[in-house]
């Protein structure tokens, strides 16, 4: 505890736990609320954002090490269109935390949708045609009905992503 590394290390973990945690969970249950309605091609859309969670780590380590190239990187490219300096990404301290975030957070995406999905499915269609003859506007509807009734799937969420992140 006396070694000033340790608090250094603490600090990068809790940062990259809150960052990757939250729009892990947040961004899959987003994602799973606009799949859940019936959209054209839902089906591939889900396979193609639950995809990442199946691809082996080795393959998507390199793609994005080819994204966050400093040169000639798609995530630069971007950048410029925006009238954005260029970053060194995976490259400087500053903003490696960043990159690796990114792309946890995007491999994680899918995996928090089908859970979230699944949760969704078993909200009763009745406790949100109660509220709509109650007056209850979409957002009364979410706060009051869906997220309590797909809180254990949220505890269970962010408990596995905290682990997989401190990991």
Do not use: C, H, R
Request: glycine share 6%; proline share 5%.
């Amino acid at each position: 505890f006396s070694d000033s590394a340790f608090y250094n290390a603490l600090k990068n973990t809790f940062i990259f736990t809150l960052g990757t945690l939250v729009p892990t969970i947040v961004g899959g249950l987003a994602i799973a609320m606009v799949l859940k309605k019936n959209v054209k091609g839902s089906a591939l859309y889900k396979a193609i954002i639950f995809s990442p969670w199946i691809t082996p780590t080795v393959a998507i380590s390199i793609v994005w090490s080819w994204i966050f190239e400093p040169k000639y990187g798609f995530a630069n490219y971007i950048l410029q269109v925006f009238n954005i300096p260029k970053s060194q990404w995976l490259q400087s301290s500053n903003t490696a935390m960043i990159g690796v975030i990114i792309v946890t957070v995007w491999k994680g995406f899918g995996w928090a949708m089908v859970f979230y999905l699944t949760a969704l499915e078993k909200v009763p269609k009745q406790l949100y045609e109660a509220a709509a003859i109650d007056g209850a506007n979409m957002w009364n509807k979410f706060i009051s009905i869906t997220l309590p009734l797909i809180s254990p799937t949220t505890f269970f969420l962010s408990i596995i992503t905290t682990i997989n992140s401190l990991q």
